[in-house]
């Protein structure tokens, strides 16, 4: 039987560890900039958590949940449910506010496989917790768009809206309910389901059949009270302060039940279908929910794989992680355990080695050397062993030279 990765998941190569690397780098980079500290959490978690935060008429909960232990422990589908149950059982509210924090890790969900789309994906993220300040909205959306911005990626929209509190959403949804159930008939058989039990949700349907008739859906920009326009009105004021272009979107409102207030998505052409490389919101009432003391909050999320597929569509070169320096090669057996030895000096000195192995000629030592991409070789034999010296060979230029081991190392240790 040939064994291969589950469907949905993926191998990560060493060709593509450079792009894994310098993501890393760069989200690094901006959570120093920003003064976001990192948290890990577990990979898995109590299944009510996701019940109590996610909600049950998300397509998350029904459908791609990966449910363990009898359904009581669920392998983690999104990243901020976690951080904010960290937050409250570890005291965080003690801390001064907000607090801001980043993660990386897996992120699971059961889903048809598509491009940029998997079972499993790694998931950078950022939360801000204990802050409502619409300055906070604009903080977390600039810390997104930098980030794209030190990635190299371009041609990226950053789409906006507000979708309203407790406050002002009940008038808003009979609105909806009622525009959607005159066509019912037209609806896909997940939005039939979710006009009964989460009629937000219809916004969100990628069906194309559904497009029409949410564009033509009621606005529940048109609905918000009047501290969640004014709200709204500051973070567009914020971020047009801070040259960050955005298009309102007035039908955006993410797949998650806890979202309040601000809702935005960063969108690449360079993913086709499935465009949006990142997005996140406002979550003011989660903490509470969650049974902790009331807390806002706000946060940002972005799959690694599909910035990988925006770098490479758009041709983003990315740094070479540091190659090895040296192939140590052998002739005879003698040769062999001093081998081993000149090869722990110079890895002890701090130079990338690779060792020959096995039974090769000199021969075949060298051009797999080559094959390495390596720019030097040691070669040691009987005659240098007896002599105290190596033979250090230019393999771009074919040259060699014979010289003292001590003085091999310490040019070996320049070029590092």
Request: hydrophobic share 40%; with cysteine.
């Amino acid at each position: 039987m040939l064994y291969k990765a589950p469907r949905g998941m993926q191998d990560i190569l060493p060709e593509d560890q450079p792009y894994w690397a310098f993501i890393m780098q760069k989200a690094e980079e901006v959570c120093r900039l920003y003064g976001y500290e990192r948290i890990d959490t577990p990979a898995f978690e109590d299944t009510a958590l996701f019940l109590h935060s996610v909600g049950e008429g998300t397509d998350i909960v029904e459908k791609q949940m990966y449910r363990l232990s009898e359904g009581e422990l669920a392998l983690r589908p999104e990243g901020t449910a976690p951080v904010c149950r960290a937050y409250i059982e570890h005291g965080m509210h003690n801390l001064p506010q907000p607090v801001r924090l980043y993660y990386v890790g897996p992120i699971f969900r059961y889903e048809r496989p598509q491009k940029g789309r998997y079972r499993q994906h790694q998931q950078f993220g950022v939360e801000a917790i204990g802050e409502s300040a619409p300055a906070l909205d604009a903080e977390v959306i600039s810390l997104a768009c930098r980030l794209y911005e030190m990635l190299g990626l371009k041609e990226s929209r950053l789409l906006l809206n507000s979708i309203g509190c407790p406050m002002c959403r009940p008038g808003y949804l009979d609105d909806l309910r009622a525009y959607y159930s005159s066509r019912s008939e037209h609806l896909c058989p997940d939005c039939r389901r979710r006009l009964l039990r989460n009629p937000l949700r219809l916004l969100d349907c990628k069906q194309a059949s559904c497009q029409r008739t949410i564009a033509e859906a009621p606005r529940l920009s048109e609905h918000l009270c009047t501290d969640c326009a004014a709200h709204f009105g500051t973070v567009k004021m914020h971020l047009t302060g801070l040259g960050i272009p955005f298009e309102l979107d007035p039908h955006l409102v993410r797949g998650l039940d806890y979202y309040t207030r601000t809702v935005f998505e960063v969108q690449s052409g360079e993913l086709g279908a499935q465009s949006a490389l990142g997005g996140g919101g406002r979550y003011d009432g989660l903490i509470e929910q969650l049974g902790g003391r009331p807390a806002a909050g706000i946060g940002f999320a972005t799959g690694i794989e599909r910035i990988i597929l925006g770098l490479k569509g758009q041709g983003v070169s990315v740094p070479a992680p540091p190659a090895a320096t040296v192939y140590v090669a052998f002739m005879g057996e003698a040769a062999r355990e001093r081998a081993v030895a000149l090869a722990a000096d110079l890895r002890g000195a701090g130079v990338s080695t690779i060792l020959a192995m096995g039974d090769r000629s000199l021969k075949a030592q060298l051009k797999q050397a080559n094959a390495l991409g390596l720019p030097k070789a040691v070669i040691l034999g009987e005659e240098e062993m007896e002599k105290g010296t190596v033979m250090l060979r230019d393999m771009a230029r074919g040259e060699q030279e014979e010289m003292p081991i001590e003085k091999a190392v310490a040019l070996l240790k320049t070029e590092v």
